[in-house]
């Protein structure tokens, strides 16, 4: 106890009177009144027009008035004269009706390419679709000889060709 003492006393000489620096040093202002109660912040501005609030509010409301309705009924299948065919009684088939089941059976659009003719070995001819050779570049046929593998330029010219075992 004696040394903590000592260190106190050799501290107070070092440093002089403690006195003077209570003296030197202005003492810590200490707010004299308390802060004024804020006053009554102003209340907001309304929204300009046009502005949405609570949007989950009215979107729920409408998804709601939404899933309340009963659904609809399904549609109701047309009965056109285009799609009533008149069918003899069976047995009785003539080339009038076939001609017209032919005419309403007629793919509209323009046809497929046909397919391109690809000779893999000699002997071994190959067709292949116009899409492979000129858009995907690349087609795998299977034959009775076996599994291939083609690749194309982008002119159409077979490039390369491996049989798979």
Known sequence: MSEQTDIIQAINELLGNPGYWDEALPPHPRPEKPPPTPAIPPQPRPPKVGTL???SDHVNRRKQAILLQPPPPPPKRRQGAATHVERPPSGQTTESTA??????LMPAGPLPLPPILVQ???GIIVEVPHFAVHVSRRYKPRTAQGRWILRFSRTGQLTYRRRLE
């Open 99 to 104: 001609i017209e089941q032919s005419e309403l």
């Open 120 to 122: 893999v070995e000699p």
């Open 53 to 55: 609030i609570q949007r």
